[in-house]
């Protein structure tokens, strides 16, 4: 299948401070990249949907302005976790299609603020 | 998307298959059953998806019922490196990438 890579793996950082993920698709143009959060021995649960060159959906719940998603182009989206705070800490996963053909997962990155 | 029921866990013996049943009595006709596997702190991975017919890949075989309410993953020779949580998940085949992860199945390979 086709490889979603996300940057980083793992970051630690301090409370108050703003943590910038980026996910690539590596072998394919991604109209559409999604965004879960995962927190520990939950399951995932989606935060937002973005387009290329359009802003993105948030799901009920999701604080687009501490939450900021950016896909300004087809094979890269970055979110944006400003002012994190150690609730924010958790597993941030991402995923990545191709009109309507499968979608591919990222690695995820785990977030830890201190 | 429809709702799914897994089991909490399930137990296998390594070298045996590997069966994970699905409930989704609520899917609607033009929904797919989708099956992914998460191991530990790694994004989900693909196995299989289907809309009627039984399918099978390297990976896995899924067994779906005539009324579609119900399906399984067969795992058919499980390995220690099978041991993962399985998600069921029932939704159309448009958002590919827009799934509603349920618990999932924690299946753990004995050896």
């Known amino acids: 299948g086709a490889v979603v890579s996300q940057h980083p793996s793992r970051v630690i950082c301090k409370s108050g401070t703003s943590v910038k993920i980026e996910c690539r698709s590596l072998d394919f143009q991604a109209t559409t990249m999604f965004w879960y959060r995962q927190f520990p021995k939950q399951s995932l649960m989606l935060m937002a949907t973005?387009?290329?060159?359009?802003?993105?959906?948030?799901e009920q719940g999701v604080e687009k302005d501490k939450f900021l998603i950016n896909h300004a182009s087809l094979t890269l989206s970055t979110l944006t976790v400003t002012s994190a705070h150690p609730e924010d800490s958790s597993f941030y996963i991402c995923?990545?299609?191709?009109?309507?053909?499968?979608?591919?997962f990222g690695q995820g990155t785990r977030l830890t603020v201190v | 998307d429809a709702k799914t029921t897994q089991p909490p866990s399930m137990d296998c013996a390594e070298g045996r298959a590997a069966n994970l049943p699905c409930n989704h009595s609520?899917?609607?006709?033009?929904?797919?059953v989708y099956w992914y596997r998460q191991i530990h702190s790694q994004g989900p991975q693909y196995i299989i998806h289907g809309l009627k017919n039984n399918e099978t890949n390297e990976m896995a075989s899924l067994i779906i019922t005539e009324d579609r309410k119900s399906s399984t993953l067969i795992l058919p020779h499980a390995t220690l490196r099978d041991t993962a949580v399985y998600y069921c998940i029932v939704r159309g085949f448009a958002n590919a990438g827009k799934s509603t992860f349920g618990d999932g199945t924690t299946l753990t390979v004995k050896p």
């Open positions: 609520t899917i609607s006709g033009n929904e797919y």
């Open positions: 973005s387009n290329e060159g359009s802003k993105a959906t948030y």
């Open positions: 995923s990545a299609q191709t009109g309507n053909t499968e979608a591919f």
